[in-house]
DNA sequence: TTATACTTTACTATGTTTATCAACATAGTA
DNA sequence: TACTATGTTGATAAACATAGTAAAGTATAA
């Protein structure tokens, strides 16, 4: 089991978009790409879907870009990974099987999961990163 | 994110090896694949994974099959799962992302669901499908 | 009107899941 | 020993999902 790269690459986007929150300017992709090592090509496609889903808005034309639709405070980990990742049961799960021992510990399991990321927000992330970068002074 | 076909299958095949702990007998696959209803071809990819991981042991030839191991309460989810399913972290966190939030947050992620499933042995595992079973009584 | 940046569609590569088949090993029997 | 029924092992390939690329289309500020 793994976390996929997508489901990663929509984290770190919107913690970009979190950072510059709540200015007016949006951020363009290729911003977004860079600050965060995504790459373009792809990151366009999560963008869209991140929009679809509620959790950013766009500008087109010069100047344009995308930005927060809600304050970090209000975004929990657990809804962008809920959203983008999609359930923990297995896909193959039949409705017979549902009755089924495993059905029920993965439930428990995905319940585990969400009571971490409840508590996680954007807000949060925002100052452990700043820990981090400033501790390691990484990046330019 | 999910848990993958396989990782549901091993457990549930593992499940089935227990219900017969500590007989003596053998169970041949088709047995497993019919009472747990995992597509026999792709089972024997899984048992043979299994054997590799030092968690069932095979033997040949007339009223061959596989066994379990060790005592089912002696076996975890999670180890099982880790065996199985590898690790949570996104395939592609470099070095230098690895310093990143998001590696410590699916680190701590991971942490969670290790501790519930650390609580789970396949002994617990057979008594909540008897529960299940007895109330049901789904399968002939 | 034009440059810019988002939007949409189509395509390629890679990995996972599942199915098929031939080769090999073992136990029982004569 | 040799034969045979039964079952494991391993290689291969089709079907599908995920990850990433490319480029033409569309909206908007200047």
Redesign the interface.
Not at 18 to 27: L, Q, R, T, V
Not at 45 to 61: A, C, E, F, P
């Given at each position: 089991?793994?976390?996929?790269?997508k489901?990663?690459y929509a984290?770190?986007a919107l913690?970009a978009l979190a950072k510059e929150w709540p200015n007016k300017k949006p951020i363009q992709i290729h911003m977004i790409s860079q600050s965060q090592?995504i790459p373009m090509r792809y990151l366009v496609h999560i963008l869209i879907q991140l929009k679809g889903l509620g959790l950013v808005t766009s500008t087109r034309g010069k100047a344009g870009g995308y930005a927060l639709l809600r304050a970090p405070k209000k975004i929990t980990?657990a809804e962008v990974?809920r959203k983008v990742?999609?359930?923990?049961?297995?896909?193959?799960?039949s409705a017979?099987?549902s009755?089924?021992?495993?059905a029920?510990?993965?439930k428990?399991?995905e319940g585990?999961?969400s009571?971490?990321?409840e508590n996680?927000t954007f807000d949060d992330?925002l100052k452990?990163?700043k820990g981090?970068d400033g501790a390691?002074n990484?990046h330019i």
């Amino acid at each position: 089991m793994r976390i996929s790269a997508k489901c990663d690459y929509a984290c770190r986007a919107l913690t970009a978009l979190a950072k510059e929150w709540p200015n007016k300017k949006p951020i363009q992709i290729h911003m977004i790409s860079q600050s965060q090592d995504i790459p373009m090509r792809y990151l366009v496609h999560i963008l869209i879907q991140l929009k679809g889903l509620g959790l950013v808005t766009s500008t087109r034309g010069k100047a344009g870009g995308y930005a927060l639709l809600r304050a970090p405070k209000k975004i929990t980990l657990a809804e962008v990974m809920r959203k983008v990742c999609g359930p923990l049961l297995p896909r193959a799960s039949s409705a017979a099987k549902s009755e089924s021992v495993f059905a029920t510990i993965w439930k428990e399991l995905e319940g585990a999961m969400s009571k971490v990321l409840e508590n996680i927000t954007f807000d949060d992330i925002l100052k452990k990163a700043k820990g981090i970068d400033g501790a390691i002074n990484y990046h330019i």
